[in-house]
């Protein structure tokens, strides 16, 4: 089993996320696969580790024993994986491709910095709608795709990163709870069809039956960052606010400063995950499966 660390990074994903199901979205494999994982494993030892209860997994005491072994071999590996990409030092630039709020707003300049500092090579981060960078994986031209939306590609390995929260927001104290009725009352500056952050907003007021078309709407633009200008520098107008919807992550700063203000919609929170792409045919590709580990690992 040791010859095959995937088993253990399962067995250590199951554990970490507290879920199968969870898990099998981090490593970007199918539900049934994590649990043949495990079950190899057990068979392996001839003894269970984990056991299913309705609030999550618990580790049996052999459970406990392989997780100790397998945490010292994953640093083993880690430290391993840098090596190897020393003794390569092949000169490649690694390209990184990014949906607009997670370019913009999620990844800080110093990730880049370190990312490149641990694979020992340039990172050149591409900005753009979720479905170019999708195309840019598939084309072989982006090493490794953040985006904002679940895809289903048999070309490609989707894994779950991070969640995030959309919120409307204004230049200008707004109810923290609006009601649907609310929403009819303010200007609109709105994200252009088809885009992921217009997909989730438009599920949720159909579920509120809120009409859209009965809204504002001053103009429909294509990134978030549009989105975040048009609305800081639109007329300050307490009666009838300029709003829009946007990532927390894009307004983080301004709403701490006091500059920008968040509401929630009554009985809704706006939930969407960030992924992880890259293409199948870079699974065991150093450079990939290192920029996933070191995202994942939270340091980005």
């Given at each position: 089993?040791?010859?095959?660390f995937?088993?253990?990074e399962?067995?250590l994903t199951?554990?970490r996320?507290?879920?199968?199901?969870?898990?099998?979205?981090?490593l970007?494999?199918s539900?049934?696969?994590?649990?043949?994982?495990?079950?190899?494993?057990?068979?392996?030892?001839d003894?269970?580790?984990?056991?299913?209860?309705?609030?999550g997994?618990?580790?049996?005491?052999?459970?406990?024993?392989?997780?100790?072994v397998?945490?010292?071999?994953?640093?083993?590996?880690?430290?391993?994986d840098?090596?190897?990409?020393?003794?390569i030092n092949?000169?490649?630039?690694f390209?990184?491709?990014?949906?607009?709020?997670?370019?913009?707003y999620?990844?800080p300049g110093?990730?880049?910095?370190?990312l490149?500092?641990?694979?020992?090579?340039?990172?050149?981060?591409?900005?753009?709608?979720?479905?170019?960078?999708v195309?840019?994986?598939?084309?072989?031209?982006?090493?490794l795709?953040?985006i904002?939306a679940?895809i289903?590609?048999?070309?490609?390995?989707?894994?779950?990163w991070?969640e995030d929260?959309?919120?409307?927001?204004?230049?200008?104290?707004?109810?923290?709870?609006?009601?649907?009725?609310d929403?009819?009352e303010?200007?609109w500056?709105c994200?252009?069809?088809?885009?992921?952050?217009?997909k989730?907003?438009q599920?949720?007021?159909?579920?509120?039956?809120?009409?859209?078309?009965d809204?504002n709407?001053l103009?429909d633009?294509?990134?978030?960052?549009?989105?975040?200008?048009t609305v800081?520098?639109s007329?300050?107008?307490?009666e009838?606010?300029?709003?829009?919807?946007?990532s927390?992550?894009?307004?983080?700063?301004?709403?701490?400063?006091?500059?920008?203000?968040?509401?929630r919609l009554?009985?809704?929170?706006?939930?969407?995950k960030?992924?992880i792409i890259?293409?199948?045919?870079?699974?065991?590709?150093a450079?990939?499966?290192?920029?996933?580990?070191?995202?994942?690992?939270?340091?980005?």
């Amino acid at each position: 089993m040791l010859k095959d660390f995937t088993k253990l990074e399962t067995f250590l994903t199951v554990v970490r996320e507290r879920s199968f199901s969870r898990a099998s979205a981090k490593l970007g494999i199918s539900q049934p696969a994590v649990t043949q994982q495990i079950k190899f494993i057990e068979n392996y030892l001839d003894t269970k580790v984990i056991e299913r209860k309705k609030n999550g997994i618990r580790l049996t005491n052999a459970g406990e024993e392989l997780y100790k072994v397998a945490v010292q071999l994953e640093k083993c590996i880690h430290e391993a994986d840098a090596d190897i990409l020393r003794i390569i030092n092949k000169k490649v630039t690694f390209h990184l491709g990014a949906s607009f709020t997670i370019g913009n707003y999620v990844i800080p300049g110093e990730c880049l910095n370190t990312l490149s500092e641990m694979i020992n090579n340039d990172v050149k981060l591409d900005v753009d709608v979720s479905k170019h960078i999708v195309k840019g994986v598939k084309d072989h031209k982006i090493d490794l795709g953040l985006i904002e939306a679940h895809i289903t590609d048999d070309d490609l390995v989707i894994r779950e990163w991070r969640e995030d929260e959309l919120v409307v927001f204004s230049n200008v104290p707004i109810p923290k709870v609006l009601r649907p009725e609310d929403l009819y009352e303010f200007k609109w500056v709105c994200r252009e069809e088809g885009s992921q952050t217009r997909k989730v907003v438009q599920e949720v007021f159909e579920d509120l039956g809120v009409r859209c078309k009965d809204f504002n709407v001053l103009s429909d633009v294509s990134s978030s960052t549009a989105v975040l200008q048009t609305v800081k520098k639109s007329k300050k107008d307490a009666e009838h606010p300029t709003v829009s919807i946007i990532s927390r992550y894009a307004i983080a700063d301004e709403v701490q400063e006091g500059t920008l203000y968040e509401a929630r919609l009554q009985g809704y929170t706006m939930l969407r995950k960030f992924y992880i792409i890259y293409h199948k045919d870079n699974k065991h590709n150093a450079y990939v499966n290192n920029t996933v580990d070191f995202i994942l690992s939270g340091k980005c």
